[in-house]
């Protein structure tokens, strides 16, 4: 079974479309456990609603506590064998988690990921598509985060569940957890075909990639524990590929 692992925080506006895509999976057997982070809107009521529907969709609630708590409150409550994260937002094509698992198993990989467009809040698709790296090792991770979040699929059999850090306060707590994975793994695969849809929000931290580099700085410097030349070096490798990505 694959566990997805949704936390999610006044997503009323996306949270419907986000679950139709995981109602849609060609592949059957999963259960998502949508984490509810003390959301002021209508939420936990939709999220209720489809659980109410469906025995594999699980609706947790608690209290205001930031995106990493959220995932592991989610974590822990995981009983499949595969862990996928899924913000409440993002969007998978009907076939991404049978494909996903093949290409994990053609592979004999811990992790993979795979390539995935981006969409606005209309959910039309603008910008390049993000292709993955076909083989991402903890070097290249060191200067960036090569796995899309919403892509990746990580298998619990070797290594056991791997839990998100609290402590950095929700500041590219995704990132340190792939990279916590791939360390472990020793490498990830990515799948070139294209099967995720990434929402770029307006007004979102990470679709104004001008807010989000002084948190990315400060991941090199205090998590990853690198130099400062280092550090700014990879920032602004990071940035510019952010450039590409979204210009």
């Not at 993955?132 to 070097?139: F, L, R």
């Not at 839990?163 to 306060?169: D, I, S």
């Not at 679709?207 to 002084?214: C, I």
């Not at 400060?218 to 940035?239: D, E, H, I, S, V």
Request: hydrophobic fraction near 35%; charged fraction near 25%.
């Amino acid at each position: 079974m694959v566990s997805i692992i949704t936390p999610c925080y006044n997503g009323e506006r996306f949270i419907a479309e986000t679950i139709e895509s995981v109602l849609g999976q060609t592949y059957p057997n999963w259960e998502m456990l949508i984490v509810d982070d003390g959301s002021q809107d209508r939420t936990a009521e939709i999220a209720g609603r489809y659980a109410a529907q469906d025995p594999r969709i699980k609706l947790i609630r608690q209290s205001n506590a930031g995106t990493a708590c959220a995932r592991n409150n989610g974590m822990r409550r995981a009983e499949g064998r595969y862990i996928a994260l899924l913000d409440a937002d993002d969007l998978w094509e009907p076939s991404f988690l049978e494909r996903q698992l093949e290409f994990m198993r053609l592979k004999g990989a811990v992790c993979v990921c795979c390539s995935y467009r981006h969409i606005d809040d209309h959910s039309s698709e603008i910008q390049h598509p993000t292709i993955a790296k076909p083989e991402i090792t903890p070097g290249d991770m060191c200067v960036m985060n090569m796995i899309g979040c919403l892509t990746g699929l990580y298998d619990t059999a070797p290594h056991g569940k791997v839990y998100l850090h609290e402590e950095l306060k929700s500041i590219r707590d995704d990132y340190a957890y792939w990279y916590d994975i791939v360390s472990m793994a020793g490498v990830a695969y990515g799948n070139p075909d294209i099967l995720a849809r990434y929402r770029v929000q307006t007004g979102s931290t990470t679709g104004n990639k001008l807010a989000l580099v002084s948190k990315q700085y400060r991941f090199y410097r205090q998590y990853l524990r690198q130099k400062l030349p280092t550090a700014m070096l990879n920032t602004l490798r990071w940035g510019i590929s952010g450039l590409g990505k979204f210009s």
